[in-house]
């Protein structure tokens, strides 16, 4: 599995900006796939999953401003994030689960992309 993110880049806070992440060896298909973040000197955390049905499950800290959705025919994941913060500011992974569940639980995924950087002025 080779997962490349992108989408990354340089905002003001409000702003929105939208993250893909895209399999090229084509096995997204029957697995959960998640969005992950890591702040400089902070753990990566939880930001999205989304299963193989496409039910989704978001951390706190951004429902109501993220989505994260699917195209099976495209292979392709996607974060659209709104009403960015300062503290939304990291490297943004995306990950292909071993189940088809969506789930927050970092050990659940497998494959990882290289990450895109995401970085909201305040």
């Known amino acids: 599995v080779q997962l490349q993110a992108s989408g990354g880049g340089l905002v003001q806070a409000g702003d929105s900006l939208g993250l893909s992440c895209v399999d090229s060896?084509?096995?997204?298909?029957?697995?959960?796939v998640g969005w992950f973040r890591q702040a400089p000197g902070k753990d990566r955390e939880f930001v999205a999953s989304?299963?193989?049905?496409?039910?989704?499950y978001n951390a706190d800290s951004v429902k109501g401003r993220f989505a994260i959705s699917r195209d099976h025919r495209k292979n392709t994941v996607y974060l659209q994030m709104n009403s960015l913060k300062p503290e939304d500011t990291a490297v943004y992974y995306c990950a292909s689960a071993r189940g088809s569940a969506a789930t927050s639980r970092l050990s659940e995924y497998r494959y990882w992309g290289q990450g895109t950087l995401v970085t909201v002025s305040s």
């Open positions: 989304i299963s193989w049905k496409s039910d989704t």
């Open positions: 060896r084509r096995t997204f298909s029957n697995n959960a």
